[in-house]
């Protein structure tokens, strides 16, 4: 049994692109090993940089915290929780990063055997899907997470908030002052303290046993109900989850676009069900997500727009222009 490169003639003739089984196995190892090699380099640069991309992801949720009065520090409860944390955060940029790389050597192995038709449907929805990715990772990061975070910390911060009593000073007693700077000062001297406003702590110049200066802090909080430590893996987790459900969902356009091209869908069903695409859009939207109003809110209306968009798609490229006939298909006719 032998499997073709390219479409196989009506005639007996054989076909000078015919494969046998052991040679597509052949080209599927040679495939699979340029795939793995082209991996290594991005996996060590992964690791390279996966500490700060770490701490970049850490900044939105530490803005938020900083902004209730909050400890701006996350919480690792064990000792290998950071060290996962920076692993999946490596995997993560290895996936990202490498999936062009992957899909290519994998466009390499099927295009052959590809029909022209079939190759114009993927030059034309592989990059439309790629910057739909981009375009659903950005979102996320820069929009929904900060608006994400805000709604769970404000929830729970002002539950149970504490009030102290307000009295005047007995006399004879003064405060002291404790001076407020959004830095720290340059060179502090030893037993000197002060409150950093940015970071939120009261820092102090310490020596111990004769050792270097050392600046040490202490996190200040202003009196919330319920105390937030987040841990550093579950936030990772709550990043990882939303990135993946703003990635398929902002494939919706490639959906539409396939459903409409295999001739299940058509423009008009698509325009006349549109309240339904609404509903739809709300309940992929309330199961992608932690489901609170804000990030169900924020996916499900892009959803309904990314719809759209796919029916705008497929009015300007209907099945009758992707799916011409080839010259092939016209002679078999």
């Known amino acids: 049994m032998v499997f073709r490169r390219a479409k196989a003639s009506a005639?007996?003739?054989?076909?000078?692109?015919?494969?046998?089984?052991?040679?597509?196995?052949?080209?599927?190892?040679?495939?699979?090993?340029?795939?793995?090699m082209g991996l290594l380099p991005v996996a060590v640069a992964a690791l390279f940089v996966g500490v700060p991309v770490l701490e970049f992801l850490m900044a939105p949720v530490q803005e938020q915290l900083r902004a209730r009065g909050l400890p701006a520090s996350l919480q690792a409860t064990g000792p290998g929780e950071t060290f996962g944390a920076y692993l999946r955060v490596s995997a993560a940029m290895i996936i990202l990063v490498g999936a062009p790389w992957?899909?290519?050597?994998?466009?390499?192995?099927?295009?052959?055997?590809?029909?022209?038709?079939?190759?114009?449907?993927?030059?034309?929805?592989?990059?439309?899907?790629?910057?739909?990715?981009?375009?659903?990772?950005?979102?996320?990061?820069?929009?929904?997470?900060?608006?994400?975070?805000?709604?769970?910390?404000?929830?729970?911060?002002?539950?149970?908030?504490?009030?102290?009593?307000?009295?005047?000073?007995?006399?004879?007693?003064?405060?002291?002052?404790?001076?407020?700077?959004?830095?720290?000062?340059?060179?502090?001297?030893?037993?000197?303290?002060?409150?950093?406003?940015?970071?939120?702590?009261?820092?102090?110049?310490?020596?111990?046993?004769?050792?270097?200066?050392r600046i040490v802090g202490s996190e200040l909080v202003a009196a919330p109900g319920i105390q937030q430590v987040y841990k550093i893996s579950e936030y990772i987790k709550l990043l990882t989850s939303l990135g993946v459900s703003f990635i398929a969902g902002f494939q919706t356009p490639v959906v539409v676009l396939l459903l409409g091209w295999a001739g299940i869908l058509d423009v008009s069903t698509l325009t006349r069900y549109r309240k339904q695409a609404i509903m739809v859009c709300a309940i992929v939207g309330s199961l992608l997500t932690p489901s609170d109003p804000v990030s169900l809110f924020f996916l499900a209306i892009p959803l309904y727009l990314l719809f759209e968009f796919g029916i705008v798609l497929l009015r300007w490229f209907p099945p009758s222009r992707i799916m011409g006939k080839e010259p092939a298909d016209a002679a078999d006719d």
């Open 11 to 36: 005639s007996s003739t054989a076909d000078p692109n015919a494969m046998t089984f052991g040679e597509h196995l052949e080209d599927l190892r040679k495939r699979v090993i340029w795939g793995l």
């Open 102 to 213: 992957i899909l290519y050597q994998l466009w390499l192995f099927v295009s052959p055997g590809l029909r022209a038709t079939e190759r114009r449907i993927t030059y034309f929805l592989l990059p439309l899907s790629g910057t739909l990715t981009v375009m659903g990772l950005l979102l996320m990061y820069v929009y929904m997470l900060p608006l994400v975070l805000a709604f769970f910390i404000g929830f729970g911060a002002d539950i149970g908030r504490q009030s102290p009593t307000v009295a005047a000073l007995a006399e004879g007693i003064a405060l002291p002052g404790v001076p407020v700077l959004p830095t720290d000062p340059p060179t502090p001297a030893v037993g000197e303290y002060w409150i950093n406003s940015d970071l939120m702590q009261l820092r102090f110049c310490i020596a111990i046993d004769g050792d270097a200066r």
